[in-house]
Nanobody, 124 residues
Framework: QVQLVESGGGEVQAGGSLRLSCAAS????????MGWFRQAPGKERELVAA????????YYADSVKGRFTITRDHAKNTMYLQMNSLKPEETAVYYC?????????????????WGQGTQVTVSS
């Protein structure tokens, strides 16, 4: 069982930055691939970025490439998402998720554990 707690959400103006954090309870944090998803009202949950167990492999949605960076710190059992040049259409609840195993998953169904979500609001 893995418990995930997100933090760092808030309101920012378009073009601004936020850094989201996801603290994991598992002692075996390194045994999980991790991902950040987001869900806007009336839309499906979508993968924003994912990172392998080692942190060496990453995946980004095309819409965030070059602006978002996903990292993980095994010593702190924490994953991060640095978001720069934010756009109003990226307003959503952002969720972190953990996937048992070493490889990145690109579907929500690949992930077994989810945080409660943190709201990100980008104003124009």
């Amino acid at each position: 069982q893995v418990q995930l707690v997100e933090s760092g959400g808030g309101e920012v103006q378009a073009g601004g930055s936020l850094r989201l954090s996801c603290a994991a309870s598992a002692r075996t944090f390194s045994n999980y691939a991790m991902g950040w998803f987001r869900q806007a009202p009336g839309k499906e949950r979508e993968l924003v970025a994912a990172v392998s167990w080692s942190g060496c492999s990453t995946y980004y949605a095309d819409s965030v490439k070059g602006r978002f960076t996903i990292t993980r710190d095994h010593a702190k059992n924490t994953m991060y998402l640095q978001m720069n040049s934010l756009k109003p259409e990226e307003t959503a609840v952002y969720y972190c998720a953990a996937r048992p195993g070493l490889r990145i998953g690109v579907l929500a169904s690949d992930y077994a554990y989810w945080g409660q979500g943190t709201q990100v609001t980008v104003s124009s």
